[in-house]
């Protein structure tokens, strides 16, 4: 996860003991930006999918998977057996299994953190990056954008002109 943050916001960043920072300074178009940066190892589609069986405890079958599913999934050379509970998947109880695996309640040592007690700050409501590649239009009070959108613009940035 990456996003411009105030310089305030910046100083205020906890060190990491033994790891990357959650902060670095960058340049884009000759303007410096403040960048919260974090890596939720574990936590991409593939591996998340992962967490939530592993926090199914022994059981192969998953409130998760859809009825009638009896297989496997493997994962990093890994395979987990997997299949729906007799009673059919259920969207309230995965919810559940989802909020264990992602550690919903774990301690936060800061203001604000997302999952697993991670600290996380807001995004600084001026940052003008989207609109310096050309993913929001800036004649717009607010915009939306689509994962695409920041590779095109990614694409166009390393482009040698």
Same mark, same amino acid.
């Given at each position: 996860?990456? *996003? %411009? ?27 410096? *930006? ?8 574990? *936590? ?30 493997? +994962?990093?050379?890994?395979? +987990?057996?997997?299949s ?13 299994? %989802? ?30 990056i ?23 613009a ?8």
């Amino acid at each position: 996860m990456a *996003y %411009a943050i105030s310089k305030g916001s910046a100083l205020k960043a906890p060190k990491v003991p033994n790891g990357e920072p959650y902060v670095l300074d960058k340049s884009l178009l000759g303007t410096n *930006y403040d960048i919260y940066i974090h890596s939720y190892l574990n *936590y991409g589609q593939l591996a998340a999918r992962t967490e939530i069986f592993k926090a199914s405890g022994n059981s192969s079958s998953s409130p998760c998977i859809l009825g009638g599913y009896n297989g496997y999934y493997t +994962y990093n050379g890994v395979d +987990y057996k997997a299949s729906s509970p007799k009673q059919g998947s259920s969207l309230k109880k995965c919810r559940t299994l %989802a909020k264990k695996a992602l550690k919903i309640k774990a301690p936060c040592k800061h203001k604000k953190c997302t999952f697993g007690g991670i600290w996380m700050e807001e995004v600084d409501k001026d940052s003008k990056i989207s609109m310096l590649v050309g993913i929001i239009d800036p004649k717009k009070p607010s915009g939306r954008a689509k994962p695409i959108q920041y590779l095109y613009a990614a694409t166009l940035l390393a482009t040698p002109k």
